[in-house]
């Protein structure tokens, strides 16, 4: 079946500018998370979806960083006022967990790059 | 802090060898535990998942957890040059909304 889908799969953007990145989670998935990896760190955990429940937003490194998802499926991550410290891969990845935290799987990831 | 620690290598094995590979962890709630593996430019890929101490094999993969001692474990036996990648280590938050990974272990395999 279909894994999970990112777009774009990169992106340029000049300092200030606002940009949208979208994630389609794998159908049935109701578990959906965002994460980044700058060039030599670890994964960062960034927010967490799961159905109609409130979003773990912990992991949102500042103001500038929002997500939604709309009708339990896709979700779009916005950074507002970009920075080039906001320059990273951001994945998302899917999962049918609830409670407890089961496998997830990534997307191919968005390559953002701030100038 | 929640952390997850491993050694970054590069761990460099001939084929056919195995492969060990090692991660802590500083949470003594968690209960999941992943195993990742990551080529060069591309997004993790899920290779194993344990949850209960004691070994889970899958293959040429064998994961051990010791929660005692917040110890896990990735065992490669028989090597192969495709196996050549950085393995990330995560351990699911007690909330149940977040993975927490390490740095990742860079595995060179040699033919």
């Known amino acids: 079946g279909a894994g999970v889908s990112q777009s774009p799969s990169n992106k340029v953007t000049e300092k200030g500018k606002d940009v949208e990145l979208r994630c389609d989670p794998i159908?049935?998935?109701?578990?959906l998370y965002w994460y980044r990896q700058s060039l030599g760190q670890g994964l960062e955990f960034l927010i967490y979806?799961?159905?109609?429940?409130?979003?773990?937003k912990s992991g949102l490194p500042s103001d500038r960083f929002s997500a939604e998802r709309t009708g339990g499926s896709v979700s779009t991550l916005t950074i507002q006022r970009t920075q080039q410290e906001d320059s990273a891969v951001y994945l998302c990845a899917s999962s049918t967990g609830t409670t407890t935290i089961y496998e997830q799987y990534f997307g191919p990831g968005t390559r953002l790059t701030v100038t | 802090q929640k952390e997850v620690e491993q050694n970054s290598g590069p761990l460099s094995v001939p084929e056919g060898a195995i492969a060990s590979l090692n991660c802590t962890y500083s949470?003594?709630?968690?209960?999941?535990f992943f195993w990742y593996r990551q080529y060069s430019g591309k997004s993790p890929e899920l290779i194993m998942s344990?949850?209960?101490?004691g070994d889970k094999e899958d293959g040429r993969f064998t994961a051990q957890l010791n929660k005692a001692s917040q110890y896990v474990s990735l065992l490669i036996r028989d090597s192969q040059p495709s196996d050549s990648a950085t393995y990330l280590c995560?351990?699911?938050?007690?909330?149940?909304?977040?993975?927490?990974f390490g740095k990742g272990t860079t595995l060179s395999v040699s033919s």
């Open positions: 344990i949850y209960s101490n």
């Open positions: 159908s049935g998935h109701t578990a």
């Open positions: 949470d003594r709630g968690s209960q999941s």
């Open positions: 979806f799961q159905g109609n429940s409130a979003p773990d």
């Open positions: 995560a351990v699911g938050n007690q909330a149940g909304t977040a993975l927490i």
